[in-house]
């Protein structure tokens, strides 16, 4: 499932992504859909080489899982 994210988000496919985002909520809390989310996003911001993107990100935790 997060793979499916992964890869949605790579391609900038936003319907691919709400479909992965959709059935991984049919499976997991609100909470961990979250975090996976925030995961896939630094991950890829770190593979594509957004250095700046992936240190926000990890600086500003409180943001992650605002609703």
Do not use: N
């Not at 997991?28 to 996976?36: A, N």
């Not at 896939?40 to 899982?65: M, N, S, T, Y």
């Amino acid at each position: 499932m997060p793979e499916d994210l992964t890869h949605a988000i790579r391609a900038r496919d936003l319907s691919q992504a709400s479909r992965a985002i959709a059935i991984m909520q049919q499976h997991m809390s609100q909470e961990r859909v979250r975090k996976v989310v925030i995961a896939c996003v630094e991950q890829l911001a770190w593979a594509e080489g957004d250095r700046c993107a992936a240190i926000w990100l990890l600086k500003h935790p409180h943001l992650r899982f605002m609703p």
